[in-house]
């Protein structure tokens, strides 16, 4: 009752294909050495990078916060003190 019905697989058409030389090329060969070993410290080199990034940003973040709020505490004490 809950089970969706699906409609009936189209049937292909007809028509013929002519059919065409096929020609089988071999590979070319390698030059040098294959990439793959590379793929797995080329990920973490990537990985790492981007967590150092993102650290990095929130340091700078943090200490620019921190200026602000030394900033705003001491106009705060300034004014306190002139009063």
């Known amino acids: 009752m809950f089970r969706p019905k699906l409609p009936d697989a189209p049937t292909p058409p007809s028509t013929l294909i ?3 030389q096929h020609h089988q090329h071999s590979p070319a060969p390698a030059a040098g050495r294959s990439l793959s070993p590379y793929a ?3 990920a973490v080199v990537l990985v ?3 967590v150092l990034t993102a650290l990095l940003a929130a340091v700078a973040i943090t200490a620019i916060s921190v200026a602000i709020a030394a900033v ?3 106009s705060l004490l300034n ?5």
């Open 18 to 20: 002519p059919q065409q």
């Open 40 to 42: 797995g410290p080329v």
């Open 48 to 50: 790492g990078g981007v």
């Open 72 to 74: 705003v505490l001491r």
């Open 79 to 83: 004014s306190a003190n002139r009063r």
